[in-house]
């Protein structure tokens, strides 16, 4: 593995603060680069690297501002994703029907392009009040880099 890319989809930053907490775990082990989805070109997806999606929902269960061109992105070009691996966590709020659906919008279409999601798919209820950050980081440590 050449290197682990985490890319993020936000709407209010949360997803962004927990790219950060999880890229520094990561940090020591293999290089990581951190970017926000909407700043990554969907051509630079490779089976060399291991990709960490965090992903938020906004409202009812769309994607949120800054994932809605990689997705875009990815449904014009249908790129091939054969060999391409990937782990997800979603944030949403279970308080509505909608929760998680931003990350689920990712996830449909990287597998349908053909990239293979490793892992337990990761999730962060805000319905209880606390912050995603932790459990982000707990759940990153249960993925294949650490194992």
Known sequence: MSKTVILYGTESGNAELVAEDIGEELNGGSSVVISDMSDFDVAELSPEDFYIIICSTHG????????????????????????????????????YETYSKGSEHIDRVLTELGAERVGEYGRHDAADGSLPNDAAVTWSQSLPLFV
């Open 60 to 95: 009812d269960g769309e994607l949120p501002t800054s994932a809605r061109p990689f997705h875009e992105s990815l449904s014009a070009a249908s790129p091939d994703l054969s060999g391409v691996k990937y782990a997800i966590f979603g944030l949403g709020d279970s308080s």
